[in-house]
């Protein structure tokens, strides 16, 4: 009976995600300028909050069942997949008949693609639409911490609806309401060092705020910010954790505390210390979130453990494999692999962007979401590069930039590798560090890495980014 229950439920679901786009006018889609009184936007609630009923059900069935789920969906993306001229061309060269891939397990039979495996290709060869497809949300990723090499698309209709709503259930256990709130523009998006590009949210948005280092009147921009967050009553802001810190540090710096609602982090490691120091004067949360531009949130933050993510199982399969594709044992570290399950536009199955993982799911969690665990480790591009050719993860050096002194006097820093068995390490400071303390801890990091590695640190007033996206480490170039 249950396996029958599950087998229904996931068939409404695929047929839900099918109606919701032809409920959602294509007006609001494009311009987000519906007014928040309209008919139409109170459907556009009233969807939403089906959809965060959807998804609690769809945790609380556990993995069984989002399999059932994955396997529906992965058939039909599959079949899409292979409309397109550079998919249906690597089926062919690997042998591959998509019509025997039934089921997740079958996936072990594609092998993995990943950044470089696509950097030559045409955007016309993989693409399964024309670009003039008015339901299509195109953007470049050239900036992106990682530089993804192309141009992608997604269907906004689905992708946007699920973002929202998987942040509304996020949030509704602090007492957040989207019938309150979504009557007003309580979202913007904070991006200081980049372009004009809304973020998700986008019919919830005030538009963007822009924050730089180096403004000559960094206090009164600061002062502009809170002012239009207290205005608005509340903001939901998406940011780095990188920005998220650089942010409340000026707020602190001037005494200004703007009624912040939470915050919405991904894109790099969030520290401990920089999560309690923004909840203890905010008063807020952060939700981090694991995702890539190519293909849009994938995963949260569980409540109970911190720097593991509950994997968004409704939009993509997720596997930890080896350097040969193989799948690992259950909290083993290898390659994140992802087929994204609604992005028709672009497929990308058994897609790695270049983050080390591990999957777990054995371990009991208090809220009540039965999907599995994902632990990142890091991205594969945080790493030094040595002379004799190894390699070894910068996560302590980026650690240990992330603690006291420098999350009080540092607004923000960078590691850089320029050569081989060597770094620096830029600090964009506020108040200079003593030198003795530098040293020491060049000298502790140094030996933490074999006495291999040479740190060298730098105090500036403003770090020079290389793209429209800071990047806390820049690897090696080869």
């Known amino acids: ?74 058939r039909k993306m599959l079949a899409i997949a292979k409309k397109s001229k550079w998919w249906a061309s690597y089926f062919k060269r690997n042998n591959i008949d998509v019509g025997k891939i039934m089921t997740v397990f079958d996936l072990k039979n594609i092998p993995p693609i990943n950044r470089p495996d696509l950097i030559d290709i045409p955007k016309e060869d993989i693409l399964t639409r024309q670009r003039e497809d008015n339901l299509m949300d195109w953007r470049a990723t050239s900036g992106s911490t990682t530089g993804t090499p192309f141009v992608w698309s997604q269907n906004r209709t689905t992708l946007i609806i699920n973002m929202v709503a998987h942040f509304v259930k996020e949030s509704e256990c602090d007492d957040f309401s989207l019938k309150r709130n979504g009557l007003r523009n309580f979202h913007m998006t904070f991006n200081f060092p980049r372009g004009a590009a809304l973020g998700p949210f986008r019919w919830f948005s005030n538009g963007d705020l822009f924050l730089r280092s180096d403004d000559k009147n960094l206090g009164e921009k600061i002062q502009e910010i809170s002012d239009i967050i207290t205005n608005l009553g509340g903001a939901v802001i998406q940011c780095t954790p990188s920005e998220l810190k650089f942010l409340v540090n000026n707020l602190k710096d001037y005494n ?55 994997i968004f199982s409704e939009r993509a399969v997720v596997e930890i494999v080896d350097d040969r594709g193989c799948g690992v044992t259950n909290g083993t570290e290898g390659n994140i692999t992802i087929t994204c399950l609604d992005n028709t536009v ?128 820049v690897p090696l170039r080869d």
């Open 1 to 74: 009976m249950q396996e029958f229950n599950d087998t229904l439920l996931s068939f409404v679901y695929q047929n839900l995600l099918e109606t919701y786009e032809r409920f959602i006018p294509n007006r609001f889609l494009q311009s987000g300028d519906v007014p928040k009184v309209s008919l139409e936007f109170k459907l556009y609630i009233q969807i939403i909050n089906a959809y965060v009923y959807t998804l609690k059900r769809i945790e609380e069935r556990g993995q069984s069942f989002a399999i059932k789920l994955q396997e529906r969906r992965l």
């Open 256 to 310: 200004l505390r703007p009624p912040i609602l939470g915050f919405l982090a991904t894109g790099q490691p969030l520290e401990e210390n920089i999560r309690l120091f923004v909840e203890r004067y905010l008063g807020c949360r952060v939700i981090l979130c694991y995702g890539a531009q190519e293909t849009g949130f994938l995963a949260l933050e569980c409540k109970k453990y911190h720097g593991f993510y509950h």
């Open 346 to 473: 672009m497929p990308l199955i058994r897609y790695q962007p270049g983050d080390i993982g591990a999957l777990h799911y054995n371990m009991a969690c208090e809220c009540e979401n039965k999907s599995p665990l994902l632990e990142i480790k890091s991205r594969d591009t945080d790493v030094i590069k040595f002379s004799n050719g190894g390699k070894r993860s910068a996560r302590r050096i980026l650690r240990a930039f992330s603690k006291e002194p420098f999350l009080s006097n540092v607004r923000r820093f960078q590691v850089r590798q320029d050569k081989l068995d060597e770094v620096e390490v830029f600090l964009e400071v506020r108040e200079h560090i003593a030198k003795k303390f530098i040293v020491a801890l060049e000298k502790r990091l140094s030996l933490a890495y074999r006495g291999a590695l040479t740190i060298r640190t730098k105090q500036t007033s403003v770090i020079h980014k290389d793209g429209p996206k800071f990047k806390v480490f």
